[in-house]
Structures are given as C-alpha cells and as structure tokens.
C-alpha cells in the first residue's frame, strides 16, 4: 500500500458510520491516521500516537471504538509497506496500547460483542506481529520480541 493509497482510503471511509460513545468525534480519525503517513520526526511520534489513540477510542480510559474495525487492518498493512522507520514504531506502540491494556468502549458496538471485538483486535495484532519476518531497527524489534515473548506466555496458560 502506498503512502497515496493509505491516505485515500482512510479519507474515503466513512468513519461517521461507526457508532461510540458521545465523546466519539468521527472527524477526527482520517486526520490522525493521516499524520501517521506525514511522521518524519522521533520528537513528533508522541502526538501522532495520542492522536490516533483518542480518535480510534478513549486513550485516557483504554478503550477503542468500533472504528478500530476499519482502521486496524488500514494500520496493519501500512506497517507492512511504510519504509518509515518512525511510522512504523510507531504503529507498534498503538499495538502495544491495543493488544496489552485497552479493551473495547462498552455499549458501543451492535454487530458483535465487546468480547467478539476484543478477539479482533488482538487475533489481527497477533497474526501481523507473529505472521511476518521482521527487519526492523533495534528499538522496533525490541517491542517485537516482547510481544513473541507475551504471545508464548499466553500460549502456556
């Protein structure tokens, strides 16, 4: 996926055709997943991080909404394709936040249960960390390995 392709279809779902909670802003997604492609600088990375995690949920309560549906697969595949090393940083910490300590707003979603949802989340996180060779720099790979290292942990209980 080009950087091009990623912005067009982040700009082109519609994002309002996701229920959430009141404080939900749908306008607010396609900027902040936008930002992820225009991250150049480590000092920047903190602000697109938050702006992601309070547009896609509550990053103060640790929850997502159900626009992680659509946007989870979008962050997935730009991970795969970016040669951005900030980007991609990045997208592993939104993971980190995702697949560790947030869970799913409750009373938001209609098409499945917040458990179904917590599933998605964290199989899709889990297939793209586990599923792929990574060649990252030092500091990604560490979050990598963390993440193998939980995903064998919660294999063995």
Known sequence: MTEKDFIDVVESTNWKAFRGPEYFNPDSVAPALSSLIHLRQDNDKWKVYNNVLFAIGNNHGGTYYPAVLSALPLLVRL?????????????????????????PEIGTYKLMTEIQLESYVRTNIKSCIAGNVWNESERNMILIADFLNYFNEEAST
């Open 79 to 103: 991970l795969k394709t970016t040669e951005n090393e900030v980007t991609r940083n990045c997208i592993f910490e939104i993971f980190s936040e995702w697949y560790y300590s947030f869970d």
